[in-house]
């Protein structure tokens, strides 16, 4: 059993920053992690991925701004948020792939103030 647990998310004014955080257990340390947003009325897209070994890859609408790191002695994976905008708005959901199953956490609601 994998089980993802999100946390960090909250109320932040535009401009403001903001750390989420993703604890995984019950899986192998080599593993690939991502967060994913869902904003209201749209679907669920991509946001950051780091793989096992340390590469990173970014949404365009995030690229310079957001920031994706994985702990080093734990399985725990950071969304640094910077410059925050309204349109950031959603509910943040980390992705942990092992092998070829994906495992989801609850989300973690995003909220940015005008």
């Known amino acids: 059993q994998v089980q993802l647990v999100e946390s960090g998310g909250g109320l932040v004014q535009a401009g403001g920053s903001l750390t989420l955080s993703c604890a995984a257990s019950?899986?192998?340390?080599?593993?690939?992690m991502g967060w994913y947003r869902q904003a209201p009325g749209k679907q669920r897209e991509l946001v950051a991925a780091i793989t096992w070994d340390g590469r990173t890859n970014y949404a365009d609408s995030v690229k310079g701004r957001f920031t994706i790191s994985k702990g080093n002695a734990k399985n725990t994976v950071y969304l640094q948020m910077n410059s925050l905008k309204p349109e950031d708005t959603a509910i943040y959901y980390c992705?942990?792939?092992?092998?070829?199953?994906?495992?989801w956490g609850q989300g973690t609601r995003v909220t940015v103030s005008a």
């Open positions: 992705k942990a792939n092992l092998g070829s199953n994906d495992y």
């Open positions: 019950g899986t192998i340390f080599a593993i690939n």
